[in-house]
């Protein structure tokens, strides 16, 4: 039996005393060879962290900070759980938004800019790289590339169409833009009278007696617009012209307050007062300071009809050239904004300005309740 040893195996009395050392054991190998936190090479050869150790031996579980490389003080947690951070960083790859931001502003308006309008409205809305102006930026990416867009491609006469509102967007003037480039179309139908609409630019009157009034969705707000409407069937009683862009529906029951005959021009305070209040109620400061908010031309009589929603409902028949419309044929109107007039043509023939003092913003509409089809179509004049 060697000296100082008993016969369990355990020490001699020089060993009395001393406190067997804690077992420091790693929560986990460290592939990273960049990692200075190293407390030795584990059984495999690899190294490991010594970020945290169990000092209280096999399965206790009780982990504290190690100890800091060339001293004797443990690691404080803030710095461990940076190092832990950089490291996890360094595997994942740079963030999307550092990519991002790696690439100049021309180079993303310009990828931006191969996007239609509603995929640089989506865009805005998703990305806050593209969507908010960033430091020393007038717009954003997604309204810069928009700006660009319509600077490039509106034409003279286009750009006379669609004065840009002091809190419009260069998002919403591009879809402006987009939406006077489309054909026009029938958008709203109110009434009982219509069938079934196969093409959104014409509609069929099927019924007599109470009017029904077709309305287009895109908003005439400078410049000059043209509309041919060519009328097949009886032109008895129907109404082409201008009217502002309201709702004719919402709030407005078709039997209760319309009694069956939606025809606006018609609408003042003393008849239909209810609905003359809520027409009224729509406006905005973009109609401008003109009263004439509903204007057409009377195909049966020639007369030309308009109202305020109000006080007045006019019927003049007294403008000069004016002409009625026997039997099919076609009707085209020219709303001049920057004059203030809308005139009108008789088959191809200008017959001349049926009313002045408009101004504000104005859809295209029908108002029909004989027989016929009416089928829109544009062209410039």
Known sequence: MRAGADRTGGHGPRDEGRQKPARRRTRHDCHDETCSLTSGVGRTGKQVCCLLVDVGGR?????????????????????AAQMMQTRDSKRAGPRPSATLDA?????????ASYLDVDGLAQLGRTSK?????QDGQQRSLVNEAAHQRFRQSATDEENKCLPKYGDESDIGLYRALDSLRQPLRFDVLAGKGFGPQENPASVTCISRGGFSTAKSGHVMRGGRHFVEVKITGSPLN?????????????????????????LPLTVTSGWKPAVALKLRSQRTPKWGDSNVHCCAYHCYTGDCHWTNWDNVSERQGTWQGSERQEGSGTIGLLLDLDKGTLSVFKNGRRLGVMKERL???????????????VIKRSSPK
């Open 59 to 79: 399965g206790s579980r009780n982990w504290q900070p190690a100890l800091n490389p060339g001293s004797h003080r443990p690691l404080h947690k803030s710095t």
């Open 103 to 111: 690439l100049g502003n021309d180079l993303l308006i310009r990828c």
């Open 129 to 133: 790289r593209f969507g908010i102006p």
């Open 238 to 262: 129907s109404r082409l012209g201008v009217i502002r862009p309201v709702s004719l529906t919402t709030g407005n029951d078709l039997d209760a307050d319309w009694e069956g005959r939606v």
């Open 359 to 373: 101004g504000g913003e104005y859809c295209w509409f029908v108002a029909v309740s004989s027989v016929c089809m």
